[in-house]
């Protein structure tokens, strides 16, 4: 059975720091790429980044570039999200997932086929 379990959301001020992580179990972690997804009250759900099986291969949304940045650490079976420099725009339920069948960076959520339950984070101006 496969299992994403995200952690590390909260409330921070404007300007400061969180990391996300998302502990994987269930399949062979370095096989399949993952992806960081937010969605905000009343917005569709959007890609924040995502990272290849190896880890050799990013990709960010142009509102997260160069304040995000996305690793996985394989000995863990975990990938985690450091956001910094947050700004209230970044407040939004934040889902991790694994793709289905590819360990390819994978940018569109239809490759995606195993999500976490998400974690709130809110950023106060």
């Known amino acids: 059975q496969v299992q994403l379990v995200e952690s590390g959301g909260g409330l921070v001020q404007a300007g400061g720091s969180l990391r996300l992580s998302c502990a994987t179990s269930?399949?062979?972690?370095?096989?399949?790429?993952m992806g960081w997804f937010r969605q905000a009250p009343g917005k569709e759900r959007e890609i924040v980044a995502a990272?290849?099986?190896?880890?050799?291969?990013?990709h960010y949304a142009d509102s997260v570039k160069g304040r995000f940045t996305i690793s996985r650490a394989g000995a863990k079976n975990t990938v985690y999200l450091q956001m910094d420099s947050l700004t209230p725009e970044d407040t939004a339920v934040y889902f991790c997932?694994?793709?289905?069948?590819?360990?390819?960076?994978?940018?569109?959520?239809?490759?995606?086929?195993?999500w976490g339950q998400g974690t709130q984070v809110t950023v106060s101006s």
């Open positions: 997932a694994q793709t289905g069948d590819s360990a390819w960076l994978a940018a569109s959520d239809e490759l995606y086929t195993y």
């Open positions: 269930g399949r062979t972690f370095s096989l399949y790429a």
């Open positions: 990272i290849s099986g190896s880890g050799g291969s990013t």
